[in-house]
């Protein structure tokens, strides 16, 4: 089984659609969780951190189901700069290894 | 805002030649790491290295691979005889104490020919 799993897409939406990705992790013992998109032949740039409670920025918004080992990602009011792959990561506490899924392109149409 | 240096940005190499990557990390981070990325997969985790010694590895890092940070500030990955099946772009990435995420550079591309 896989470490980290997302659907990869792609999700071809209009602009000002909402586009939610979802992700699954195998390891339990994944204690830090993360966002971070990567446009073509770009390196990984963090989106953002993802915590127990929920956590929103601005258009963003991520959520962890620890129970589920389940986290997501809501995108609203989405604009065509949105196009890009995004990335699922897991870290393990302790070693700090972050584990990437495959990524899911997104691509966001006039 | 601090960055994650890479160079060359670009190297191409024949096969069995040696490789050197270069890196400079964010100045204050204590976690090092080197990832490869075949074009069109995931991004796979090389190495960590942390207190100035590898604190983890995976399969794909073989005898074929080392890694450096000679003086403080540079972090290296050598490949020493290089395969074909070794081009990819490989990024560094360092992390600090604290909740925070990992900052990568900007990669190097290896092409093997």
């Known amino acids: 089984r896989k470490e980290v799993e997302q659907d990869p897409g792609p999700f071809n939406v209009p602009e000002g659609a909402t586009v939610a990705f979802n992700c699954t992790y195998s390891n339990s013992a994944s204690q830090s969780f993360f966002w971070y998109r990567q446009d073509c032949r770009k390196e990984p740039k963090l989106l953002m951190s993802?915590?127990?409670s929920g956590n929103e920025d601005g258009r963003f918004t991520a959520q962890l189901n620890r129970a589920s080992q389940y986290i997501s990602l809501l995108i609203r009011d989405s604009k065509l700069s949105d196009s890009a792959t995004y990335l699922c990561?897991?870290?393990?506490?302790?070693?700090?290894?972050?584990?990437f899924g495959r990524g899911t392109s997104l691509i966001v149409h006039p | 805002e601090p960055e994650v240096t890479q160079t060359p940005s670009h190297q191409v190499t024949q096969m069995g030649q040696e490789v050197i990557l270069r890196c400079v990390p964010i100045?204050?981070?204590?976690?090092f790491y080197w990832y490869r990325q075949i074009l069109g997969q995931k991004v796979e985790f090389l190495v960590s290295?942390?207190?100035?010694?590898?604190?983890?590895k995976s399969e794909i890092f073989d005898d074929q691979f080392s890694v450096e940070r000679p003086d403080g500030s540079n972090f290296t990955l050598k490949i020493r005889s290089t395969k074909l099946e070794d081009s990819a772009m490989y990024f560094c990435a360092s992390r600090g104490t604290g909740a925070g995420g990992y900052t990568f550079g900007s990669g190097t591309r290896l092409t093997v020919v």
């Open positions: 990561v897991a870290s393990k506490g302790g070693s700090y290894i972050p584990t």
């Open positions: 100045s204050n981070h204590l976690y």
């Open positions: 290295f942390y207190n100035n010694e590898i604190s983890e």
């Open positions: 993802v915590y127990s």
